[in-house]
């Protein structure tokens, strides 16, 4: 057993703070969170003053094999698989030196973040704990179909599903509407699927035990997939042919039904503004802002990955749009919640990570400062443990060989 000590612990639970704590944790397992002293002796102990530690950070959105130099017109890549596998494990490494301990890969080919996904698991590869999602679901030709989930009927539907679950995915992803990356495909303020074909989605997700992310921009489409009982809105932009125009009658109903919604605020907010012009995503955000007034329960995730507008989204810029979060009016208390146990909740496995309890995997990390009183400390990391693995960080390396 070994017991890492700081100044401050966030539990993760709500409100919950342990001053001058410690977590005890015995290989992959949180034995214990408490006041110092309170898990006895140890064989190793690391006393962090100074420090803050909490639960590991949750990317609840990311695309771990986007490529950018994929052909204009087809968006197919010219990188093989081989390759292309060993740039998603470099990607992997980028995230967990973020602080990230598990992500959301909503969107990848030919399986290979399930590939990536166990040999990080079996210690083969450096990265946080992934959630697969594999090809997402879309109509021939509509958004990402060069990914393999092309489905235009409820038998094709339910089919590409279940080939995705037999895989080993550990949850689908629709494209409910069209997107603005996939040159061809109905664009975003256009839904792809009926209703009743998401609710296909949904109940195919349902006799694995998994649920369903939803692409949804457009109205209508956010309303099929709240209907239809998705687990999750991703971006849910209220996007129109003119621009982005926010609906309080329809996010109530998301409200309602506790449907969770990743907005995809990210670190290239404001290159994009710049780029795209204030207008534009400044309704964006101030539309996220009206959904956290409205109840809506927001979660983080950065859509990592996924360049926009010719801005590369960077997959170790974690924090960056937890910042944007800030910059909104957010507190950091409860961005913190949202990048750990509500985002844990969301995906299904706040069972086993997301907050700093007894039995669960030790995926914690540990920064200088408290990002309680700044959220920008969440980049000073000194220590990151993946199932109880210590991941090396730049610059604090006699800190991760002390417990690794």
Same mark, same amino acid.
């Given at each position: 057993?070994?017991?890492?000590?700081?100044?401050?612990?966030?539990?993760?639970?709500?409100?919950? $703070?342990?001053?001058?704590?410690?977590?005890?944790?015995?290989?992959?397992?949180?034995?214990?969170?408490?006041? !110092?002293?309170?898990?006895?002796?140890?064989?190793?102990?690391?006393?962090?003053?100074?420090?803050?530690?909490?639960?590991?950070?949750?990317?609840?959105?990311?695309?771990?094999?986007?490529?950018?130099?994929?052909?204009?017109?087809?968006?197919?890549?010219?990188?093989?698989?081989? &390759?292309?596998?060993?740039?998603?494990?470099?990607?992997?490494?980028?995230?967990?030196?973020?602080? $990230?301990?598990?992500? !959301?890969?909503?969107?990848?080919?030919?399986?290979?973040?399930?590939?990536?996904?166990?040999?990080?698991?079996?210690?083969?590869?450096?990265?946080? &704990?992934?959630?697969?999602?594999?090809?997402?679901?879309?109509?021939?030709?509509?958004?990402?179909?060069?990914?393999?989930? #092309?489905?235009?009927?409820?038998?094709?539907?339910?089919?590409?599903?279940?080939?995705?679950?037999?895989? +080993?995915?550990?949850?689908?992803?629709?494209?409910?509407?069209?997107?603005?990356?996939?040159?061809?495909?109905?664009?975003?303020?256009?839904?792809?699927?009926?209703?009743?074909?998401? !609710?296909?989605?949904?109940?195919?997700?349902?006799?694995?035990?998994?649920?369903?992310?939803?692409?949804? &921009?457009?109205?209508?489409?956010?309303?099929?997939?709240? #209907?239809?009982?998705?687990?999750?809105?991703?971006?849910?932009?209220?996007?129109?042919?003119?621009?982005?125009?926010?609906?309080?009658?329809?996010?109530?109903? $998301?409200?309602?039904?506790?449907?969770?919604?990743?907005?995809?605020?990210?670190?290239?907010?404001?290159?994009?503004?710049? $780029?795209?012009?204030?207008?534009?995503?400044?309704?964006?955000?101030?539309?996220?802002?009206?959904? !956290?007034?409205?109840?809506?329960?927001?979660?983080?995730?950065?859509?990592?990955?996924?360049?926009?507008?010719?801005?590369?989204?960077?997959?170790? +810029?974690?924090?960056?749009?937890?910042?944007?979060?800030?910059?909104?009016?957010?507190?950091?208390?409860?961005?913190?919640?949202?990048?750990?146990?509500?985002?844990?909740?969301?995906?299904?496995?706040?069972?086993?990570?997301?907050?700093?309890?007894?039995?669960?995997?030790?995926?914690?990390?540990?920064?200088?400062?408290?990002?309680?009183?700044?959220?920008?400390?969440?980049?000073?990391?000194?220590?990151?443990?993946?199932?109880?693995?210590?991941?090396?960080?730049?610059?604090?390396?006699?800190?991760?060989?002390?417990?690794?």
């Amino acid at each position: 057993m070994r017991i890492i000590r700081a100044a401050k612990v966030l539990t993760g639970r709500a409100g919950e $703070v342990i001053q001058d704590g410690e977590v005890a944790v015995d290989g992959a397992t949180i034995i214990s969170t408490g006041p !110092r002293g309170s898990a006895g002796e140890a064989d190793e102990i690391l006393d962090l003053s100074g420090h803050t530690v909490l639960p590991g950070l949750i990317d609840a959105h990311v695309h771990l094999g986007f490529d950018a130099r994929v052909d204009p017109v087809t968006r197919r890549s010219a990188e093989s698989d081989h &390759h292309l596998l060993l740039r998603m494990a470099e990607n992997a490494r980028k995230l967990v030196s973020a602080g $990230v301990t598990t992500a !959301r890969d909503l969107g990848g080919r030919g399986f290979l973040d399930i590939v990536l996904r166990d040999a990080i698991e079996e210690g083969l590869a450096v990265g946080p &704990h992934i959630l697969a999602a594999t090809r997402p679901i879309t109509i021939t030709g509509g958004h990402c179909w060069y990914m393999g989930g #092309e489905a235009d009927d409820e038998s094709a539907i339910r089919r590409v599903a279940r080939e995705n679950l037999r895989a +080993g995915a550990d949850c689908l992803k629709v494209m409910a509407s069209g997107g603005q990356m996939t040159p061809g495909a109905p664009p975003s303020w256009v839904p792809q699927y009926t209703t009743e074909q998401i !609710r296909a989605v949904v109940e195919e997700a349902a006799t694995r035990g998994k649920g369903v992310a939803a692409h949804a &921009h457009a109205h209508a489409a956010i309303r099929s997939c709240v #209907e239809a009982g998705v687990a999750t809105l991703e971006h849910c932009s209220f996007f129109t042919a003119t621009g982005h125009r926010y609906d309080a009658e329809l996010a109530d109903l $998301v409200a309602a039904r506790g449907t969770y919604v990743c907005p995809t605020v990210h670190g290239v907010f404001w290159r994009l503004r710049d $780029v795209l012009g204030p207008k534009m995503i400044d309704d964006w955000l101030n539309g996220v802002v009206a959904m !956290r007034e409205a109840g809506v329960r927001l979660i983080a995730g950065t859509d990592g990955g996924f360049g926009s507008a010719g801005v590369d989204n960077r997959l170790d +810029g974690y924090v960056a749009g937890l910042e944007v979060f800030a910059h909104a009016g957010f507190g950091n208390a409860e961005i913190i919640e949202m990048a750990t146990v509500r985002a844990a909740d969301a995906c299904g496995v706040g069972d086993v990570t997301g907050t700093l309890e007894a039995g669960k995997r030790a995926d914690l990390i540990a920064v200088h400062g408290d990002p309680l009183d700044r959220i920008a400390d969440l980049r000073n990391l000194a220590l990151v443990l993946v199932s109880g693995r210590a991941v090396t960080q730049t610059g604090v390396d006699t800190v991760t060989a002390s417990v690794g």
